[in-house]
Every structure is written in C-alpha cells, then in structure tokens.
C-alpha cells in the first residue's frame, strides 16, 4: 500500500486546512486509515482514524473542531481541520491499518504503512 499525503501549509489561528490521503495498492476490505501528527520534540500523537464501514474516531484535543471523511471510490480519505490552533502545529502523517480494530485504532503502531508527511503550521 502506498499513501500520497497533501493539503498542509501555514495558517493564522482560527483558519481551516483541508489534508488529502490517497491510498493505491491492495488496500483490502477491512482497513482504517487514520492521521497522527508529530510536533517538534514531541512524540507522534494521534488524530482522527475512519475504518473501512466508516466509523469515525478522534483525539478528544480535536474533536469538534476536525471531520475525517473518505471516498471509497477513490481511496482517498480527507482531514477538514477547522478553528485551528497554534498548538495543532505540527507534520501530520497519514497512516493505513489493514485489519482494523478499535482497540488500536490510537495506536500508531499498529499502521503498517504511512505516507511522506504533510507540514501544518499554524501561527497566533
């Protein structure tokens, strides 16, 4: 599986970004694609994940404030990141996991494959 992450760039607080995921390859049935984001000196934390029947989840410092969506027919999944903060600054990743569970879905370690990396900055 390979993923293509785009959509990041630098914004004042209060703007939106919209991250894109496109994933190619044997994707399977039973996957969840989620973003985890790493700030500078920080350990990489997770975001928001949807699985493969579209059941979404998040990090409760995003909830409310970020939507997570996906096309199947395209095999993309899409981050709308709304109200953003100084403090979401960081290199989002996206990630895929082809078994999905809920039990990990927080899990970083439990995506196997990830993508390039997207830059967020968001300034006060």
């Known amino acids: 599986v390979q993923l293509q992450a785009s959509g990041g760039g630098m914004v004042q607080a209060g703007d939106s970004l919209r991250l894109s995921c496109a994933a190619s390859?044997?994707?399977?049935?039973?996957?969840?694609m989620g973003w985890f984001r790493q700030a500078p000196g920080k350990e990489r934390e997770f975001v928001a994940t949807i699985s493969w029947s579209g059941g979404t989840y998040y990090a409760d410092s995003v909830k409310g404030r970020f939507t997570i969506s996906r096309s199947v027919a395209k095999n993309t999944v899409d981050l709308q990141m709304n109200s953003l903060k100084p403090e979401d600054t960081a290199v989002y990743y996206c990630?895929?996991?082809?078994?999905?569970?809920?039990?990990?879905?927080?899990?970083?370690?439990?995506?196997?494959?990830w993508g390039q990396g997207t830059l967020v900055t968001v300034s006060s």
């Open positions: 390859g044997r994707t399977g049935r039973t996957y969840a």
């Open positions: 990630g895929f996991d082809l078994t999905f569970s809920p039990h990990t879905v927080r899990i970083g370690n439990s995506y196997k494959y």
